[in-house]
């Protein structure tokens, strides 16, 4: 059930990357997947979700405009795209699987699967 990211690395200020989220055929079509990070010395932070199959996608504001969430339903796999990056989004990326409960899906206590992350860093 716990998801798998890849995709993570070094990038000058301005470019691009795409995370990937792998996880089994079950856990994508039950649960909403989200995308979540933590920088050194801060809170994790909400930073994208899906709900299940994706219907609905969102973005945090600090993101809006230059990070997408989507998901390939045939290969069980969400993306992050990031774009435009900036050295304030250098973090540690998790994804994750959970439910919409009652404090909504841009929140942890919705998650219950973690993946093990994967370092996103951002030079200026």
């Known amino acids: 059930v716990q998801p798998v990211e890849s995709g993570g690395g070094l990038v000058q200020a301005g470019g691009s990357l795409r995370l990937s989220c792998a996880a089994s055929?079950?856990?994508?079509?039950?649960?909403?997947m989200g995308w979540f990070r933590q920088a050194p010395g801060k809170e994790r932070e909400f930073v994208a979700f899906?709900?299940?199959?994706?219907?609905?996608?969102y973005c945090a504001n600090s993101v809006k405009g230059r990070f997408t969430i989507s998901g390939d339903n045939a290969k069980n796999t969400v993306y992050l795209q990031m774009n435009s990056l900036k050295p304030e989004d250098t973090a540690v990326y998790y994804c994750?699987?959970?439910?919409?409960?009652?404090?909504?899906?841009?929140?942890?206590?919705?998650?219950?699967?973690w993946g093990q992350g994967t370092q996103v860093t951002v030079s200026s």
């Open positions: 899906m709900t299940k199959s994706g219907p609905i996608t």
């Open positions: 994750a699987a959970g439910e919409n409960r009652r404090v909504g899906l841009a929140y942890q206590e919705s998650y219950d699967y």
């Open positions: 055929a079950r856990t994508f079509s039950s649960y909403a």
